[in-house]
């Protein structure tokens, strides 16, 4: 439970629709993410505003970024978007056991969950 207050800050940065929108984006172009001025008219969001969301998604570890010549290129943390789906998984169903305790696992290719024979 030592993750919680990490967690609830990542929840949290993605609480809002621009920010929601940025990471359906970069999710929908994963691995290779887009620089800023594609983020920016593909969602149509000024750049001052799109420069603060951007900022707190990082700030919350949700995108990397990196620097290609003059532009910057966003890409989803799909490693620690993955933690966090982990994370809220964890106690799916622990308390009625209707899902098998080794089948609440979250790997890099889908969730696995199997209900009680």
Known sequence: MENVPKYADMLSAMGTEP????MQLLLS?????LVVS????ELDIPNSTLS???DKLKSEELVNVRRESTFL???ANTEALRELLQFLY??????NQSVKPQARTWSKKSMVRQPYA
Not at 29 to 33: A, L, R, S, W, Y
Not at 38 to 41: A, E, N, V
């Open 19 to 22: 920010r929601l929108r940025i």
């Open 52 to 54: 603060h969301h951007l």
């Open 73 to 75: 290129r966003y890409t």
């Open 29 to 33: 172009m994963h691995p290779d993410g």
């Open 90 to 95: 964890a106690e799916c169903c622990t308390r």
């Open 38 to 41: 594609d983020i920016q008219s």
